[in-house]
Structures are given as structure tokens and as C-alpha cells.
């Protein structure tokens, strides 16, 4: 499976290069779509930010798993949060 990770603060243009990468055979699952399927159930609770992990984890199984090439991915990442960079640690 083909994996582009596109990574940045919020309103960078991430999405927008993903929209331009798709015209290849990759799918586009930008962070938004998880994001804004549980907001209106679980506003922004520890509860929704478990599920958008699970989720996009799920996705990114089945995708590897299938016939297709591949995925683009954004994420936003705040470069000056202390949180963000533990996590990749």
C-alpha cells in the first residue's frame, strides 16, 4: 500500500494538495471526514477523539488489506504543542 502522509499546522493547504494528488489512483482520507462525522454526537469529548483514532486506524487496515494503491492522509499537527511531538516520540 502506497501511504502519503500530509502533516502541518491547521489552514496550510493540506487538503488542497490532496485534492491534487488524487488525480493518481490514491484515495483521499483527509482529516476532517472522521472529525466531522463524530463532532456532532461527541463535541470535541475524549470520547470522539478515541473514536476518530479508531476509525482512521480501521481505515488505513482495510485499505492495506484491499486491491486499491493507496491512501493520502492529512493530519494536523501543532508543531508548538508539547503534546503533538510526545506522541511520535
Keep these: 500500500m502506497k501511504l502519503v502522509f500530509l502533516f502541518g ?5 493540506k487538503i488542497q494538495w490532496g485534492k491534487n494528488w ?3 489512483e490514491l484515495k ?3 482529516n476532517h471526514m472522521t472529525i466531522d ?5 461527541f463535541n470535541l ?9 479508531l476509525f482512521r486506524k480501521e481505515i488505513f487496515k482495510a485499505v492495506a488489506e484491499s486491491d486499491l494503491d493507496g491512501l493520502i ?4 499537527w501543532a508543531f508548538d504543542l508539547q ?3 510526545d506522541s511520535v516520540a
Design 9 to 13: 499546522p491547521q489552514a496550510v493547504g
Design 22 to 24: 488524487r488525480k493518481t
Design 28 to 30: 483521499l482520507l483527509h
Design 37 to 41: 462525522l463524530l463532532a456532532p454526537f
Design 45 to 53: 469529548n475524549s470520547e470522539m477523539w478515541r473514536l476518530v483514532d
Design 73 to 76: 492522509f492529512t493530519y494536523v
Design 83 to 85: 503534546k503533538d511531538w
